[in-house]
């Protein structure tokens, strides 16, 4: 009987250690994964930054034959909880 507990704590014990080796691996990979999304977020947070930067947006414009608004072509409208510039 006795034999019998040690066989089974001795299969135990392998299966937790085997258990804990993955879970390591799982949470490597993840942290992996984790870095890769941080830096490719950075890279768009870049590209989204010069979409967005104005002398591109008026060389966009004048590439379309846009123009400046005329007089009386703008409305501001003011949105609840933003001020005025």
Known sequence: MLVV?????AVANVWIRLSV???GHKISMTA???DDLDHEH???EI????QEAP????????AQ???APLA???IAVNAPGKSQP
């Open 21 to 23: 080796q993955d879970l």
């Open 65 to 67: 034959r846009l123009r």
């Open 47 to 50: 590209i989204a930054g010069r």
């Open 55 to 62: 002398e591109l947006l008026r060389r966009r414009a004048t």
């Open 42 to 44: 950075e890279e768009l």
């Open 32 to 34: 992996t994964i984790i």
């Open 5 to 9: 507990v040690v066989a089974l704590l």
């Open 72 to 74: 009386g072509q703008v």
